[in-house]
């Protein structure tokens, strides 16, 4: 089982950047596909992309694409996840979650074993 431990959440303004990392505090990230999702307050948690081992990316949420990036660096054990341009409605807890049943990626968050416990960002004025 993995530990992953997320950072990198806070308070911004409209139209700044947050970068969120994702490391492994036991284990190893890789080589399992590691995804981030999202959950803002009375909704549902939504997939936004997930990076396979091999740096494969895939993305699953349309209201981040272009502004937000997922990447992994396999030699510090961790993941990124780079969000510029943010909106208030980017507002919610964030969480990355790691698959170690498969070495693919997937967008529903039942398929990834592992999980985080989830980073705060607010986007506000």
């Known amino acids: 089982q993995l530990q992953l431990v997320e950072s990198g959440g806070g308070l911004v303004q409209p139209g700044e950047s947050l970068r969120l990392s994702c490391a492994a505090s036991?284990?190893?990230?890789?080589?399992?596909?590691i995804g981030w999702f999202r959950q803002a307050p009375g909704k549902e948690r939504e997939g936004i992309s997930c990076i396979n081992g091999r740096g494969t990316i895939y993305n699953y949420s349309d209201s981040v694409k272009g502004r937000f990036t997922i990447s992994r660096d396999n030699a510090k054990s961790t993941a990124y996840l780079q969000m510029n341009s943010l909106k208030p409605e980017d507002t919610a807890f964030y969480y990355c979650?790691?698959?170690?049943?498969?070495?693919?990626?997937?967008?529903?968050?039942?398929?990834?074993?592992?999980w985080g416990q989830g980073t705060r960002v607010t986007v506000s004025s």
């Open positions: 979650a790691a698959r170690r049943r498969a070495y693919g990626c997937a967008g529903a968050e039942t398929e990834y074993d592992d």
């Open positions: 036991r284990g190893t990230l890789e080589p399992y596909a």
